[in-house]
């Protein structure tokens, strides 16, 4: 029954695919504003509000008319700083507690956060709009309660492809490893450039926890994810240019976000995205609200702001990922509704990064050594043919390469 289900699931998101091509993102801080605000009643600040919110979140996810709005009722001023990763996040909160007030991390990061007495204690009492959050969101295991932290987005990894040049369905992540034999996908194969997920793929790809605290496992790991820079010049995609590198056809088949291979789609109508079956990395992006803030309470009065239907609904609209209030929906465009971006696993199939305390140190010290890696010299870029390849019986053995076992030897560096 479950096998049935899953092709089921899987036969309505490639309909979906074929659908969702309509819109296009706009830039940066822009985004279709049209009767959003409509029915919007923002009630008044029964305090004085702060001059001014400093935010660190994330590239793409949210629109500035959602900042000028609050802006405009409020007399705040946002000022958003951009981050690439959540170690990122955890670094510059911990360097300037006082400097930052709402931030924006994954689940495994709240938890680090919390553990380093970081983040302030939430007054659900300023933030009566959380009964509004959908029901599986408001028992995460990373924050029971939501003592410390508001669930804002779902977002799960999946492998992201162009139908012009891979063909077949990506139904396990060795998938990856399949199609990475042909020579074609030289520097054209990429993963997020962000630690844990990255070497969480790798992990699983070696059938290990993306969690593991063993140093051989995540010795292998490493080794697995210098050899494909090695043999087919991996490329680590950035969240600001991952769906650039998509719709460009820089990069043709990855490991991307859910809601990146949406926007993608909607640029490039080749585009395609599927969760492998089994267990899929996810992660809940979240709201909190620093500790040594100097405006808790307009922190409190911006993100209970933030889980208005109307807000949720325009910041979904504008980043593609599904939102934490599925009251949203009505106002969510049709084509992302059924896009991409909506593909989430159902809870048993969930796979939440953790905290790892002082192993984290052994993810820290592999990575440096992957991103220090490049691809040598005498790998050759091709260039595609201009009618995709993949094409029947029509591939050469000669341009098929023959993956050894590295993983195991410790060639790739000193264990």
């Known amino acids: 029954m479950k096998q049935m289900r899953n092709i089921f699931f899987l036969v309505l998101a490639l309909v979906a695919f074929c659908i969702g091509g309509c819109d296009n993102r706009t830039p940066v801080g822009k985004s279709d504003t049209q009767d959003w605000t409509k029915h919007l009643k923002l009630p008044k600040a029964q305090f004085e509000p702060a001059e001014q919110l400093n935010i660190l979140t994330w590239h793409y996810y949210i629109p ?55 983040l302030y204690r939430l007054d659900h009492q300023n933030l009566p709009n959380l009964e509004d959050l959908d029901e599986d969101l408001r028992r995460v295991p990373f924050d029971i309660g939501l003592r410390y932290c508001v669930p804002l987005f779902r977002t799960s990894l999946g492998i992201g492809f162009n139908i012009d040049y891979i063909v077949g369905i990506p139904r396990s992540w060795n998938f990856l490893v399949e199609q990475a034999r042909n020579n074609y996908l030289d ?14 793929i790798a992990l699983q ?26 043999t087919c010049g991996l490329s680590f995609m950035g969240e ?73 609904a325009q910041m979904t609209n504008y980043n593609y990922f599904p939102n934490s209030m599925s009251s949203s929906l009505p106002q ?25 305390g002082e192993a984290t140190k052994l993810y820290e010290e592999a990575w440096a050594q992957v991103l220090q890696t490049k691809a040598p010299e005498t790998l050759v870029k091709l260039p595609l043919p201009k009618g995709g390849f993949f094409r029947g019986d029509t591939q050469m053995e000669d341009f098929t390469k023959d993956f050894s076992d590295a993983t195991q030897t410790g060639e790739q560096g000193t264990p």
């Open 64 to 118: 500035q008319e959602v900042f000028d709005l609050f802006s405009k009722a409020y007399g705040t001023r946002i000022f958003p700083t951009y981050i690439h990763s959540n170690e990122e996040m955890f670094s510059l909160l911990q360097s300037r507690p006082e400097q930052y007030d709402l931030l924006t991390p994954s689940d495994y990061m709240v938890t680090k956060m919390i553990k380093n007495n970081l």
């Open 332 to 356: 969510v465009k049709r084509s992302i509704r059924t896009g991409p971006g909506f593909l989430f696993p159902e809870e048993e199939d969930r796979l939440f990064l953790k905290d790892l």
């Open 205 to 230: 790809l070696g059938g290990y926890s993306p969690n593991t605290t063993n140093p051989k496992e995540i010795t292998e790991a490493r080794n697995l994810l210098i050899n494909t820079v090695k």
């Open 187 to 200: 520097y054209r194969l990429g993963i997020m450039k962000e630690m844990r997920f990255a070497m969480g």
């Open 240 to 312: 600001e240019n991952s769906d650039k590198e998509l719709i460009n056809g820089d990069i043709l088949l990855g490991v991307v976000w859910n809601g990146t291979a949406a926007n993608a789609l909607n640029h490039n109508s080749n585009i395609r995205f599927l969760l492998p079956e089994g267990k899929v990395m996810v992660t809940i992006d979240n709201a909190v609200i620093s500790a040594r803030s100097k405006s808790i309470r307009t922190a409190e009065l911006f993100l209970n702001y933030l889980l208005q239907p109307q807000v949720m």
